[in-house]
C-alpha cells in the first residue's frame, strides 16, 4: 500500500497521552530494525490545547520528517478536523466516543471507541491513549 516510508501523526487534547504514544510506537519501531525522524509539538495553552507527535519510519536513512501522514491517530473531533487526512490510500484511526466523520476520505477509517474501552476493559480513562496503540501498531 505504502512506499518504504511511513509517516504517522498522532492529534488529541494535551493530557491524552500523545507524546507517550507516539514515544512507545517510536521505541518499538526502532527494536523493530526500524531508522526513525519524529517531531511534536506542544499547546501554547498552560493548560489544554492541541498536540502533535508525527514520527516517520523507513528501513532506507530519513532525511525529513516528512509531510501529510499516511496513518493519522485522532482522539478528539477538533483534530479530526484541523489534521485530516489528505492522502486518499491513508489510514484513519480515530475515537468514536469524541467523533463520527461524516465522509471518510482515506480508504481505510476505524472508529474505536477509546474512551469506552479503557474505562470498561481497564478501569480508568487516562488509559485511552493505550487503547488507540494496539490499532496504531498492527496498521
Given amino acids: ?7 504517522v501523526r498522532i492529534v488529541g487534547e494535551s493530557g491524552d497521552g500523545i507524546v507517550s504514544t507516539g514515544e512507545i510506537l517510536s521505541r518499538i519501531l526502532q527494536q523493530m530494525g526500524q531508522q526513525l525522524m519524529t ?9 489544554g490545547g492541541q498536540c502533535l507527535f508525527q514520527l516517520r ?6 532525511h525529513t520528517p516528512g509531510d501529510d501522514p499516511e496513518i493519522l491517530l ?5 483534530s479530526y478536523f484541523e489534521h485530516g487526512l489528505k492522502k486518499l490510500d491513508g489510514i484513519l484511526i480515530y ?5 463520527a466523520p461524516e465522509n471518510h476520505r482515506p480508504q ?8 469506552t474501552i479503557a474505562r470498561d476493559q481497564v478501569g480508568a480513562t487516562q ?13
Fill in 127 to 139: 488509559s485511552k491513549n493505550m487503547v488507540a496503540l494496539g490499532p496504531s501498531a498492527s496498521c
Fill in 95 to 99: 475515537n468514536s466516543d469524541d467523533t
Fill in 108 to 115: 481505510l477509517a476505524l472508529g474505536i471507541p477509546f474512551n
Fill in 39 to 47: 517531531f511534536r509539538t506542544y499547546p501554547a495553552e498552560i493548560k
Fill in 57 to 62: 519510519f523507513s528501513h532506507q536513512p530519513l
Fill in 1 to 7: 500500500m505504502y512506499s518504504h516510508r511511513v509517516t
Fill in 74 to 78: 485522532c482522539f478528539d473531533e477538533k
